[in-house]
Every structure is written in structure tokens, then in C-alpha cells.
């Protein structure tokens, strides 16, 4: 069964620095990849998805995604977060042969040192 | 502009309970997932619907929860009886229905309903 690991729980990063997410996933072919992003108390926001063609993606509030299909990997960027930016993400991966199905990681809570 | 509506937002009540949770999707959308969320177990698929149809429910315990669409504009999740163990934040996410399959679709997500059951 497809599986998706976001090995990391919490990340703390001063405002104005860089950021990376990470994750993983374990699936045979080719899936479709997503990013979701929660603020407190709110329900899940797309950031950014990938289903084919060019691996860097381009998402929204200035993010972006590149999906290593070596590593299995899609892990989410910025090159300097904003205060804003403090949330919970979560990366998702929608399987497309056989049985469909879509899987959310665990989340990585995101916080903003001033 | 346009938004998944979720009632109510908060919920108390003790076990044994019938609980009903409401969901208005987007106008126009016509697919609707409902999730749950826990600390434990993080985010959960429970059910997915498109045109009012079940078409996918395999992650909902089906001796107790029901989820349905009396209509285009409401999708209800109700629990009957509840337990203490189903305490979690459930969200509605609607989506338009273009993409090939289901799990494709960019998801609207609710504000969810964060259930409490004594």
C-alpha cells in the first residue's frame, strides 16, 4: 500500500530564512502529489500540486515543489518565510492504478522565530 | 467569495449520542470528501461523493456513521450512537469535478466541525 512520510514533525525557522519540507512517499508508479497547508483553527489549503511534465512546480504565497522521482521525493520550498507562514503542512499523494486511493503525511508544524 | 461551510463549528455531547454534521460545498461543485483528523492518527479519508453518489465510504466505521447528500448543497455526516473514541476534527472538502478521477481534484476545504464526546 502507498505510504507518505513527512520525517519531520516540528521545524523552527527564523523569519527571512529559507525553509525546506520534506517528503516522502512509497508508491510503484508515478502519483499525483500535493501540498496543503492548515493555519490554526482553519481547514486544509492547496499550495501546490504536481501530476506531470516539468518537476519544479510553482504554487501559491511564493512556494514551490520538486518532485525527485530517484529520491521519491517532493519536498516543499521557499527561500524566505514570512511570520504568515506559521502553520501546519501536509503533503498528500493521490494514487491513480487499481484501487484510488489519496493519502495525507503526517504534518509538519511549521514556526516562525521573529 | 466562495467557501465550504461547515455546523456546526463546535460540538459537545456524551456518548451514546447522535451526532449530525452539515456541509455545504461550494456552489457548482459537485464532489464532497469528509475527513477526520486526530492526533493520532492525522488526517483520515472517511467518504467521497460525486453527483450525490457514494462512490468510495471503504474509510468510514459503517456500524455507526452514515453520510449522505440530501441535495447538491448539503452533505451530512452523522454518527449514531457516538463514542468517546470518535472526538476529532471533521472536514468537509468540496471540489468541481473536472479532474479524470476523484483524487485529482484540488480540494476546498471546510473550516471543520472539532467533536467532543464525553
Known amino acids: 500500500a502507498q505510504s507518505v512520510t513527512q520525517p519531520d514533525i516540528h521545524i523552527t525557522v527564523s523569519e527571512g530564512a529559507s525553509l525546506e519540507l520534506r517528503c516522502n512517499y512509497s508508491?510503484?508508479?508515478?502519483?499525483?502529489l500535493f501540498w496543503y497547508v492548515q493555519s490554526p483553527g482553519q481547514g486544509l489549503q492547496l499550495l501546490l500540486k504536481y501530476f506531470s511534465g516539468d518537476t519544479l512546480v510553482q504554487g501559491i504565497k511564493g512556494f514551490e515543489a520538486e518532485f525527485k522521482r530517484s529520491q521519491s521525493s517532493f519536498n516543499l520550498r521557499k527561500p524566505s518565510v514570512h511570520w504568515s507562514d506559521a502553520a501546519e503542512y501536509f503533503c498528500?499523494?493521490?494514487?491513480?492504478?487499481?484501487?484510488?486511493?489519496?493519502?495525507f503525511g503526517q504534518g509538519t508544524r511549521l514556526t516562525i522565530n521573529p | 467569495d466562495a467557501r465550504v461551510t461547515q455546523t456546526p463549528r463546535d460540538k459537545v455531547t456524551e456518548m451514546g449520542q447522535e451526532v449530525t454534521m452539515r456541509c455545504q460545498p461550494i456552489l457548482g461543485h459537485n464532489t464532497v470528501f469528509w475527513y477526520r483528523q486526530t492526533m493520532m492518527q492525522g488526517l483520515e479519508l472517511l467518504a467521497y461523493f460525486r453527483n450525490r453518489a457514494p462512490l468510495d465510504d471503504s474509510g468510514m466505521p459503517k456500524d455507526r456513521f452514515s453520510a449522505e447528500m440530501p441535495d447538491a448543497t448539503l452533505a451530512t455526516l452523522k454518527i449514531q450512537p457516538s463514542e468517546p473514541r470518535d472526538s476529532a476534527v471533521y472536514f468537509c472538502?468540496?471540489?468541481?469535478?473536472?479532474?479524470?478521477?476523484?483524487?485529482?481534484?484540488?480540494?476546498?476545504f471546510g473550516p471543520g466541525t472539532r467533536l467532543l464526546v464525553l
Open positions: 472538502a468540496s471540489g468541481s469535478g473536472l479532474a479524470g478521477g476523484p483524487y485529482q481534484e484540488t480540494q476546498y
Open positions: 508508491y510503484g508508479a508515478t502519483p499525483y
Open positions: 498528500a499523494v493521490a494514487t491513480l492504478q487499481g484501487a484510488q486511493k489519496l493519502v
